[in-house]
């Protein structure tokens, strides 16, 4: 299963709702995660499930879709928020990664 | 706390062989995958293979077998990588995260909830 993200990257404001869509190269259900790498740091586990937050992340970010085309959403971004987001399937045990979306801020 | 502890950043020379570990705390080693991640520039994040530390048992993805060894001690809480023979091309950065269930019986979803720091390794003549 291939994961494509889109766009790469994007820049946007401090306040800007930001959206980051996911695809998958066949239906997986909800079994999608997104994290969020910071510069110079691991990866941190954001959404699973396609939509469930994970404990202690601020309530800005969803997630959402199902089937091929998920998205992340990032509603009043912060300048915390600077990083590069990933999804990864979990349908099967061969897990994927997308190739990220690198958000900065303007 | 639960934490995920990675041994530190290596250089090495290609041909030669290496161990990278990750050292588990604040929750019960035999009972959670752990995987392993590369990160590299060009290719960004890849799933190398898992291992559930209770039994050793191990899933590789088809493009690190028979590249890369995954073991796991339980006595120490410890997993690790390694390679017997290091090329160029093995330079990255290499997490490790355990792996978490959720759902019930028949909708199991499964997320890496937890990483290591990384372990950077560089291999160069």
Redesign the interface.
Known sequence: IQMTQSPSSLSASVGDRVTITCRASQTISNYLNWYQQKPGKAPKLLIYAASTLQGGVPSRFSGSGTGTVFTLTINSLQPDDLATYYCQQSYNVQVAFGGGTKVEIK | EVQLVQSGAEVKKPGESLKISCTASGYTFTTYWL?W?RQTPGK????MG?IYPGDSGT?Y??SFEGQVTISADKSISTAYLQWSSLEASDTAIY?C?RRRM??TTGDF?????V????TAVTVSS
């Open positions: 995987a991640v960004g994040l890849e799933w898992i899933r993805n088809p997490y995260a959720t759902g979803h499964y997320h890496m909830d990483w290591g720091k990384g």
